[in-house]
């Protein structure tokens, strides 16, 4: 039995990551992905049992990434303010560090044909559902569905991020995000929460 090199397992999905990115899931192949890594492909069934494992794998590891970026600095015991600022910074940092990551994981979220692997109710969940439930208690927000919060409080943030990384393609001119922006944003986006 060959063993394993993490190097080497790490640079498929990296290589996974971009092909998905750039050529979507369709354009993912064990063949393909082994020619891209100059690999066997039997190489690559040493680290992933087939081509949904290797999928699920990439998920589950990119969203790792995610939560602890996410989490940096971040206590679910913040003021609201402070605490839901704290999370669009880190997801904008995320986001401009593993570009790839996040595209990937958009692709991935949305797509009807990939089955999404058990994440579960982790410590992001509970954080987030935490942080929500203390503004609501403390009166700091309204007590909205989860969907309306969702929408209010992180739709902005997805619209300008959509905007950046896509270029902006409602509009004739390019947009590139800054913190200003973000903060320009964010400060419309709380008064839309609060109670009134």
């Known amino acids: 039995m060959r063993v394993k090199d993490e190097q080497k397992a790490a640079l498929i999905q990296e290589k996974a990551i971009e092909m998905i990115v750039h050529e979507g899931f369709d354009g993912l192949s064990m063949h393909k992905l082994a020619k891209a890594v100059d690999i ?3 190489t690559i069934y040493i680290y992933f049992k087939n081509r949904e494992d290797l999928l699920n794998q ?3 590891d990119v969203m790792a990434v995610f939560v ?3 989490l940096q600095d971040f206590d679910p015991e913040m003021d609201f303010e402070a605490g839901l600022w704290l999370q669009w910074v880190n997801r904008y940092r995320y986001i401009r560090q593993y570009p790839l990551h996040y595209l990937f994981s958009e692709q991935f979220r949305h797509s009807p044909l990939i ?7 982790d410590a992001f969940r509970q954080a987030m ?4 439930a203390n503004a609501i208690r403390r009166k700091q927000i309204a ?3 989860v969907e309306v919060y969702w929408a209010l409080a992180y739709g902005p943030f997805y ?5 950046h990384v896509h270029n902006n393609p409602f509009f004739d001119k390019p947009f590139k995000l800054s913190e200003a922006v973000l903060k320009q944003t964010f400060e ?3 008064l839309s929460l609060k109670i009134v």
Request: no cysteine; glycine share 6%; aromatic share 10%.
């Open 40 to 42: 066997s492909v039997s």
């Open 58 to 60: 990439l998920y589950i």
């Open 68 to 70: 602890r970026e996410t």
């Open 115 to 121: 089955r999404h692997p058990a994440i579960g109710k």
């Open 129 to 132: 559902q935490q942080f929500t």
């Open 143 to 145: 007590d909205l569905p």
């Open 159 to 163: 619209t300008l991020v959509g905007f």
């Open 188 to 190: 419309r986006t709380i």
